[in-house]
């Protein structure tokens, strides 16, 4: 069955892996980005449209497709204030979300993390677990959440932290073994190739997927 999709966070570690893989796939004829400018991609498959998040009844017409991919994210340096951050992180997600499914967009696609929890102290965990309470009140007929941990991979912007801890993790990573394997970073590249291949298998349902099943799923 040939896909039609649209993708959110091209720009980002896992949202660029992830349309690598949607541009090779031959379940997919169409990718339709929602950028905030223009991402300068060229493909025949692929299409661009700039959008104002803030105003998701400006765009609503545009959600038509099989399924959404949401990698759209940032970070307390990138966005330091509190209400764009949550407003990035829960509110754009969460409206896309409702917008594909009043369009009849059948599955919805989304990065969260490890340890997401709306009752965690931490604020980075509970808000991605106020996502996921969210979505799931939807009600969507395929609904998929990935919960990677520490990401590994090229990005476009360096993080400090993720320079520090990358080396950190290379030498701790054997070591997590038993029920700390669950820690173990993870290719942004296995988490995009995952992503693609439980869509085209087409299942109904809500699905959550924890960092380790994400790496035997790869």
Known sequence: MPYKVILVGASGLIGSNLLSELIKSEAITEVLLLVRRSSGISDFKVKELIVNFDEPNSYSIDIQADIIFNCLGTTKSETPNSALYRQIDLGYPLNLAKLGQQNGVAQFHIISSLGADAGSSNSYLKLKGELEQELKKLNIPSLHIYQPSFLIGERKKNRLAEKILKPIFSLIDPILIGPLKKYRSIKAADVAKVMLNQSIKNL??????????????A
């Open 204 to 217: 109904q349902g809500t699905f959550i997927y924890p960092s380790i099943q994400i790496q035997e799923l």
